[in-house]
Nanobody, 123 residues
Framework: VQLQASGGGLVQAGGSLRLSCAAS????????MGWFRQAPGKEREFVAA????????YYTDSVKGRFTISRDNAKNTVYLQMNSLKREDTAVYYC?????????????????WGQGTQVTVSS
């Protein structure tokens, strides 16, 4: 599985961005998908995840109510809609796939990772 993240950029605080992650292969719908981020000097952290069917979603507390994860299995793509962005959301955002449901919010649970896309929020 190859993952290609896109959609990052520079945005003012309070603005919005939508990240996309396109996956190769015909088994996209078989995988739980996640978004993680890593800010300069910090460890990579969980942001959001979505189950294979899209029925269940999970978020870290700091983005609840602002970010929405979704997927389109017909397009082999997972999205992260980010609204009301804050400076502390500045990071490289990575998509990942392949975690079992019990590890869907953990880094070690994921088998495949995309290359990352930079999100910079200015004040």
């Amino acid at each position: 599985v190859q993952l290609q993240a896109s959609g990052g950029g520079l945005v003012q605080a309070g603005g919005s961005l939508r990240l996309s992650c396109a996956a190769s292969g015909r088994t996209f719908s078989a995988y739980n998908m996640g978004w993680f981020r890593q800010a300069p000097g910090k460890e990579r952290e969980f942001v959001a995840a979505i189950s294979r069917s899209g029925e269940n979603t999970y978020y870290t507390d700091s983005v609840k109510g602002r970010f929405t994860i979704s997927r389109d299995n017909a397009k082999n793509t997972v999205y992260l809609q980010m609204n009301s962005l804050k400076r502390e959301d500045t990071a490289v955002y990575y998509c990942a796939s392949g975690a079992p449901l019990v590890q869907i919010a953990t880094i070690k649970g994921y088998m495949y990772w995309g290359q990352g896309t930079q999100v910079t929020v200015s004040s």
